[in-house]
């Protein structure tokens, strides 16, 4: 039990549909993440929010949209996908204490996203 | 420009005994932190072990232990007595400049243990 929990575990859409992913941590953490993980790829990073605001958006297509309405909910809201970012999406949260603090990112168990 | 490079896209080590898998990084901030994360096929990272830039001694957890060299800037994993639960996807990661607390990762080692 990691505290990280996110559904769908698999979602199959077409590139007109429009559909969300769902992250909800139970740590009591203030700081969420966003990933991509594609084949033989590493992790790619696609948004960062700390309290609740965007810190960090790594130049992710539009089609993808985040929205966090609280510390322990994150959404991934997607529209007019293309069959390459069939991926693997993972959310992770941790406790944003400053650069210099120790603070372990804890990952959720992932949405396998195929577009077809 | 931080970066983590795995050179060993797989591995393969018999049950019970030790394997070492390695990681170099690259980074000018002279503060930084090094993770590993475990990938069962379920797909979950799971956190296994933490250096920091500044720590005198080599960081340990049960089986884990970081071979942490900093001149070399080399972090290499080394479980002990593997088990067959030890097969998995392995990431080295670090964690990066700014004010948020971004992680790069590397491109994973594949290991399989064997009976």
């Known amino acids: 039990e990691t505290g990280v929990t996110q559904t769908p575990r698999h979602l199959v859409m077409g590139m007109t549909n429009k559909k969300s992913l769902k992250c909800e941590q139970h740590?009591?953490?203030?700081?969420m993440y966003w990933y991509k993980q594609s084949a033989k790829k590493p992790l790619e990073l696609m948004f960062v929010y700390s309290l609740e605001e965007r810190v960090e958006n790594n130049s992710v297509p539009s089609r993808f949209s985040p929205e966090c309405p609280n510390s322990s909910h994150l959404f991934l809201h997607l529209h007019t996908l293309q069959p390459e970012d069939s991926a693997l999406y993972l959310c992770?949260?941790?406790?944003?204490?400053?650069?210099?603090?120790?603070?372990?990112?804890?990952f959720g168990p992932g949405t396998r996203l195929t577009v077809l | 420009a931080q970066k983590i490079t795995q050179t060993q896209p797989g591995m393969f080590v018999q049950e019970k005994e030790a394997v070492t898998l390695d990681c170099t990084y690259d980074?000018?901030?002279?503060?930084?932190?090094l993770f590993w994360y475990k990938q069962p096929s379920s797909g979950e990272m799971i956190f296994l072990i933490y250096q920091g830039s500044y720590d005198q001694q080599n960081a340990t957890e049960g089986r884990y232990s970081l071979n942490f060299q900093k001149a070399r800037k080399s972090a290499n994993l080394v479980i002990s007595a593997s088990q067959l639960g030890d097969s998995a996807m392995y990431f080295c990661?670090?964690?990066?400049?700014?004010?948020?607390?971004?992680?790069?990762f590397g491109k994973g080692t594949k290991l399989t243990v064997n009976p």
């Open positions: 740590l009591g953490h203030n700081a």
């Open positions: 992770a949260s941790s406790q944003d204490a400053g650069r210099a603090s120790y603070n372990e990112q804890f």
């Open positions: 980074t000018s901030d002279p503060s930084y932190g």
């Open positions: 990661a670090m964690r990066g400049k700014g004010g948020s607390e971004k992680l790069v």
